[in-house]
């Protein structure tokens, strides 16, 4: 009986409903692929057998996600989780970073993760004489 009350919360975070510690930030949209540290259906299917489009749809939910949430505090970049790129790459992760404004910090990656940091502004143009 102990079991079955143990495993209840976790069924329920796991669905893709609301984290195990901690509620989402007002105004970031609910993950739909989960944003527990379990998986849910939708993103255990992604894992199994996801195509290079859902991999994109997936990506480009969680750096819109990110963004929307801010940069760390102690720096200018955003974090994403291997699980949301996966299936898509680095390469396909930084052009639709690019897309929002972002890009890869290559010297900053690591394992399980990686961080990302806006596309500096270009400078103003001087005018002509």
Known sequence: MGLVVALVPLLVAGGGGMPIFGGRSKGVPK?????????????????LNGTPEEWRERAGFALRRAVAQGPELDSETISLPVSTYRGL???????LAGELGWRLDRARLRFGAVELKPVPAPPPALPRP
């Open 31 to 47: 993950d739909p692929y989960g944003d527990s540290l379990l998986l849910s259906w939708r993103q255990f299917k992604l894992e």
């Open 89 to 95: 790459g680095l390469e396909g992760l930084d052009e």
